[in-house]
């Protein structure tokens, strides 16, 4: 294992706290110019207690933010028809502007079958096949987008410079939620992507000449200072929790140019850009235009 160089510079940090101050500002400003309150509403189909705290925050960011928030509840052990039944009733419901499926489901139950009966407009996590289709189509202006990639794609403009095109990304990670579709909307931005996963040979090669590495696998310690160049930026999309608390994908403190915290980094700005999109989700259910 090479030695760590003792001239690399101590990493900047990304925190995306600012950024997610900044988002929610212009939540609360787009809430407050309409004559109604959103209403969200959290589908849980499993009796995972992960899911249940996940609620609970969302909840309380509803709150502070004026947004009317409720929780359908189907139990521990739902069916997959009576899952259907709820999302089809939300979906078609005037008085519903966005819908969230908790994941992960109850045992037996078929995610994917669920998305697609998620009416786009209303699929606030942006994970139905309708929204991921337009992102890869290049269409993004009709989507609704993944908060946790949207996060990663702000914080490397925040790092790198607004315009990205031209740029090269690696992303270590091909997940559904995170990797894939950040793929699909970096190089919309006319980023030059490089995706790699568990079975990429000598990781360091491929990364060398990359400008940023993001990492969303869920595995601690994958990124570590052998794999990794003093200018890289590390965005950290990993979530691991251990017993001395949340640590992300990469290392704490790599030899890097900027690295985001875990926690504090991507996880903020994640959650003040789901809010975000239920302002997106009403636009494009009042046929009005979104950026």
Request: hydrophobic residues 45%; neutral net charge.
């Amino acid at each position: 294992m090479p030695t760590p160089d003792a001239s690399a510079p101590t990493p900047r940090a990304l925190p995306g706290k600012a950024l997610a101050a900044d988002v929610t500002a212009d939540v609360r400003a787009a809430l407050r110019a309409w004559p109604f309150q959103p209403h969200l509403v959290s589908v849980l189909a499993s009796g995972d207690p992960a899911s249940r705290v996940y609620v609970d925050s969302k909840a309380r960011q509803a709150e502070r933010l004026g947004v009317r928030f409720t929780v359908r509840d189907l139990g521990d052990a739902p069916t997959q028809d009576g899952l259907h039944a709820a999302l089809d009733e939300l979906s078609a419901s005037g008085d519903v502007h966005g819908i969230m499926l908790e994941l992960p489901l109850a045992p037996g139950l078929d995610a994917d079958a669920a998305l697609l009966r998620l009416q786009p407009q209303k699929d606030i996590e942006g994970l139905s096949p309708a929204n991921l289709a337009l992102i890869a189509a290049g269409r993004e202006s009709e989507a609704l987008l993944p908060p946790t990639p949207r996060s990663v794609r702000f914080l490397l403009r925040s790092a790198l410079g607004d315009d990205l095109r031209g740029r090269r990304v690696a992303v270590v990670g091909p997940g559904r939620t995170v990797g894939r579709p950040l793929t699909f909307m970096l190089n919309n931005r006319g980023v030059t992507v490089t995706l790699c996963n568990e079975h990429t040979r000598d990781l360091r090669a491929v990364l060398d000449n990359q400008d940023a590495v993001v990492v969303a696998v869920g595995r601690a310690g994958l990124l570590r200072p052998e794999h990794v160049q003093p200018h890289h930026v590390i965005i950290d999309a990993g979530i691991n929790v251990q017993p001395q608390g949340v640590v992300g994908d990469a290392e704490a403190g790599l030899p890097v140019q900027a690295q985001t915290p875990v926690p504090g980094g991507v996880g903020p700005l994640t959650s003040a850009l789901m809010y975000q999109n239920l302002v997106r989700a009403v636009k494009l259910q009042r046929g009005e235009p979104v950026e």
